[in-house]
């Protein structure tokens, strides 16, 4: 467990740019750079309602639901990684 298991390490490169674009976007911090094992919380500058103005964007971004009952499950950037690839296909 806590290994991201995609088979596919280029996709998850890709994820985590992507992910690190849009809380660019959200933030304007550059100096700020999610990691795998990042987590999403104050340690990376995000507020509660940060938070969720994050995953509102990434929901945009990938055209995907994420629903409130999910949110919990989302703590660190391997657990977004995970979720995004499952909803993606």
């Known amino acids: 467990e806590g290994r991201i298991i995609m088979g596919d390490k280029v996709k ?6 992507e992910l690190n674009d849009i809380f660019y976007e959200l933030t304007g911090d550059k100096t700020i750079e999610l990691t795998i094992r990042s987590r999403l919380n104050a340690s990376v500058g995000l507020t509660s309602l940060g938070f969720v103005q994050y995953i509102c964007m990434i929901e945009e971004y990938y055209s995907i639901d994420v629903p409130n009952v999910d949110l919990h499950k989302i703590k660190k950037v391997k657990d977004l990684v995970k979720y995004i690839e499952k909803k993606k296909g």
Do not use: N, P, S
Request: glycine content about 0%; charged content about 35%; cysteine-free.
């Open 12 to 17: 998850t490169d890709i994820i985590l740019k």
